[in-house]
């Protein structure tokens, strides 16, 4: 018997870490070519790896024991949480950025710390579609 959960995690990480690899190429052009390897395996950037794995989990939890089950309240708290704690790493940045100037030109010469900065919004809501739409498409296999 397959564990459907696993598989949503996995399947919505596989997604994102290839639209990471899309919109690189997209934003950066062949010359990002060089970071694929890297995109593969990292966490930042567009869309959110983290929001896709903890929306997708839930879903297909939600989607399987209902919404009354423990499971799925466990879920959706530390769904929560990874999300906010994601969009919030962003804030502080930006904060950051406005009290040393010097933080941010140096950060945004180097496309692989601007990654590690946590996510925009956008970031983390394509990450949430990514991860919804995978859950859907597996837990309905």
Known sequence: MMNIILLSAVTSWFMVQLAKIIFGLIRYGMKD????????????GMPSAHSALVSSTTLVI?????????FFGFSLIVACIVIYDRGRMYSIYHQFQQRYPRLKHDIEKDPVLKDLVGHRLSEILVGILIGLGSGFVIAHL
Do not use: D, E, F
Request: glycine share 14%.
């Open 33 to 44: 070519k060089i970071r694929i390897p890297w995109r593969i395996i990292w966490a930042g």
């Open 62 to 70: 939600y989607l399987s024991s209902g919404g009354q089950s423990i």
